[in-house]
């Protein structure tokens, strides 16, 4: 049996309290209770709580926190200054230079817009 309950917690990043009711069982409650060097980790106290319930039980923090610190990018535009490749047809940083296929130096990562047979070694 299930039981819920009311955790309030302050946020580290705005200082505002804020109020979730989670629910968990008797025994997963005694268990995230218990000091953390003795548990196990939380999403295998509580697999059914979301990211964002498992967060803010332990840190405090709330999704709209998250989202004020790590704003979503913006999936319609690449990033500002980033120039069009001619080989891929994605966005590289400024100066970019080496394989197209590196997709943290890419905008967006989508393998099937690239030629197969096209040189992906970029030079500017």
Known sequence: M???REITRRSPLT??????????TPAQWAELEAPRHTRRNIQLIV???TPEQREFYMTG????D?????????QDNPPEGWEECGC?????PPEFTGD???DSNRWPFTPERIDPGANLETER
């Open 2 to 4: 299930t039981e819920p």
């Open 15 to 24: 200082g505002q309290s804020a109020t979730m009711e989670l629910t968990a």
């Open 47 to 49: 697999p059914t709580w």
């Open 61 to 64: 923090y709330t999704a709209a």
């Open 66 to 74: 998250w989202e004020a610190v790590f704003p979503p990018e913006d």
């Open 88 to 92: 891929c047809s994605c966005y590289h």
């Open 100 to 102: 197209c296929r590196d």
